[in-house]
């Protein structure tokens, strides 16, 4: 179904009692659809979708801009949790407390029917980057690695090998980030950077590649803490273990 127009989505606060897909959502009953959507059909039951279509309605005349239908019971976004208990449609319970997809054998898995990651490159509507974020840390199921905090925007890579940890922090902060080749550099500040080291690695040795310094570092049982004064173009924190 496509291109989408006056369609929403209705965010099912109650009937998910908080999902964490929801974070940061809470103040809102609906939000904007994508533009394409593909009809679906589930083959196992899924109970209290977080997300539900409001379908699209004309965006004109005037007089007949108006929803035909308040609420559905489409799913606009399947959850799924595979653990020691076999396949699992997620609930809230298991997704507040992890017990299933934290076990060895098992994972998660979120789709959705529609075009949100297109959808935020090209409108960039921060509801769909929270729902994008929190997916992306209700799948994973534990601690980042690596967290950042500071003025800016970074991409972050963590490289693990047998004997190093890297994180590379590469500077995107600019007006022409999202729209074609960057003219210049802009520089941004100081970066708190903390890193969970691996179960059994013992750091040596932490160093800025590109400021080639050696950074003051605070360890707190697997946890580095360190700040990089400033960063360009791209910093590389490089940590032997």
């Given at each position: 179904?496509?291109?989408?127009?006056?369609?929403?989505?209705?965010?099912?606060?109650?009937?998910?009692?908080?999902?964490?897909?929801?974070?940061?959502?809470?103040?809102?009953?609906?939000?904007?659809?994508?533009?394409?959507?593909?009809?679906?059909?589930?083959?196992?039951?899924?109970?209290?979708?977080?997300?539900?279509?409001?379908?699209?309605?004309?965006?004109?005349?005037?007089?007949?801009?108006?929803?035909?239908?308040?609420?559905?019971?489409?799913?606009?976004?399947?959850?799924?949790?595979?653990?020691?208990?076999?396949?699992?449609?997620?609930?809230?319970?298991?997704?507040?407390?992890?017990s299933v997809?934290?076990t060895s054998?098992?994972?998660?898995?979120?789709?959705?029917?529609?075009?949100?990651?297109?959808?935020?490159?090209?409108?960039?509507?921060?509801?769909?980057?929270?729902?994008?974020?929190?997916?992306?840390?209700?799948?994973?199921?534990?601690?980042?690695?690596?967290?950042?905090?500071?003025?800016?925007?970074?991409?972050?890579?963590?490289?693990?090998?047998?004997?190093?940890m890297t994180?590379?922090?590469?500077?995107?902060?600019?007006?022409?980030?999202?729209?074609?080749?960057?003219?210049?550099?802009?520089?941004?500040?100081?970066?708190?950077?903390?890193?969970?080291?691996?179960?059994?690695?013992?750091?040596?040795?932490?160093?800025?590649?590109?400021?080639?310094?050696?950074?003051?570092?605070?360890?707190?049982?697997?946890?580095?803490?360190?700040?990089?004064?400033?960063?360009?173009?791209?910093?590389?924190?490089?940590?032997?273990?």
């Amino acid at each position: 179904e496509a291109p989408m127009r006056n369609a929403y989505l209705r965010l099912e606060h109650n009937s998910t009692r908080g999902h964490p897909i929801l974070k940061g959502l809470e103040d809102a009953s609906r939000i904007i659809h994508g533009v394409w959507r593909v009809e679906v059909e589930a083959r196992e039951k899924f109970s209290n979708p977080p997300l539900t279509l409001i379908p699209s309605y004309p965006d004109l005349p005037m007089e007949k801009v108006y929803p035909r239908v308040a609420k559905t019971d489409r799913p606009e976004v399947y959850l799924r949790e595979v653990g020691l208990r076999g396949p699992q449609p997620a609930d809230r319970s298991e997704a507040s407390h992890g017990s299933v997809g934290t076990t060895s054998d098992g994972g998660r898995v979120i789709y959705f029917p529609w075009d949100i990651d297109r959808t935020f490159w090209e409108v960039l509507c921060v509801d769909h980057f929270k729902l994008l974020r929190n997916s992306v840390e209700w799948a994973t199921n534990e601690e980042p690695p690596v967290a950042i905090t500071g003025p800016g925007v970074l991409d972050v890579t963590v490289w693990r090998q047998k004997k190093s940890m890297t994180v590379h922090l590469v500077n995107l902060t600019n007006p022409m980030m999202m729209k074609g080749p960057i003219r210049e550099l802009i520089a941004i500040g100081a970066q708190k950077v903390r890193v969970r080291i691996p179960d059994g690695a013992r750091p040596r040795t932490v160093k800025l590649l590109a400021a080639n310094i050696i950074p003051r570092v605070e360890r707190s049982g697997r946890y580095l803490t360190l700040t990089v004064p400033a960063i360009l173009d791209h910093e590389v924190v490089a940590i032997d273990l």
